[in-house]
Nanobody
Framework: VQLQASGGGLVQAGGSVRLSCAAS????????MGWFRQAPGKEREFVAA????????YYGDSVKGRFTISRDNAVNTVYLQMNSLKPEDTAVYYC?????????????????????WGQGTQVTVSS
């Protein structure tokens, strides 16, 4: 599976951005897809994940109520709608896919449980 992320950019605080991640290749093996982010000088942080088959979603505490992850099975794409953006949301955002089988849902918050990664896309939120 290959992942192509897009949609980042510069936005003012309080604004919105939608990220996309298109999957290609053996997409029928997808179990889940997720978004992580990494700010300068910080560790990579879990943002959101979605199980491909049933659409069940999971969110990091810092984005609950502001971000929404969704998927379009027809075009093998996952989206991250980010609303009410804050300067602390500034980071490089990475999409990831787990294609190597089922895992406990809580493990989808751990980057080690994803085996495919896309290139990052920068999101900068100005105050």
């Amino acid at each position: 599976v290959q992942l192509q992320a897009s949609g980042g950019g510069l936005v003012q605080a309080g604004g919105s951005v939608r990220l996309s991640c298109a999957a290609s290749g053996r997409t029928f093996t997808n179990y889940a897809m997720g978004w992580f982010r990494q700010a300068p000088g910080k560790e990579r942080e879990f943002v959101a994940a979605i199980r491909w088959a049933d659409g069940i979603t999971y969110y990091g505490d810092s984005v609950k109520g502001r971000f929404t992850i969704s998927r379009d099975n027809a075009v093998n794409t996952v989206y991250l709608q980010m609303n009410s953006l804050k300067p602390e949301d500034t980071a490089v955002y990475y999409c990831a896919a787990r294609t190597n089988g089922v895992v406990w849902s809580w493990k989808l918050k751990e980057e080690i449980n994803y085996d495919q990664w896309g290139q990052g896309t920068q999101v900068t939120v100005s105050s």
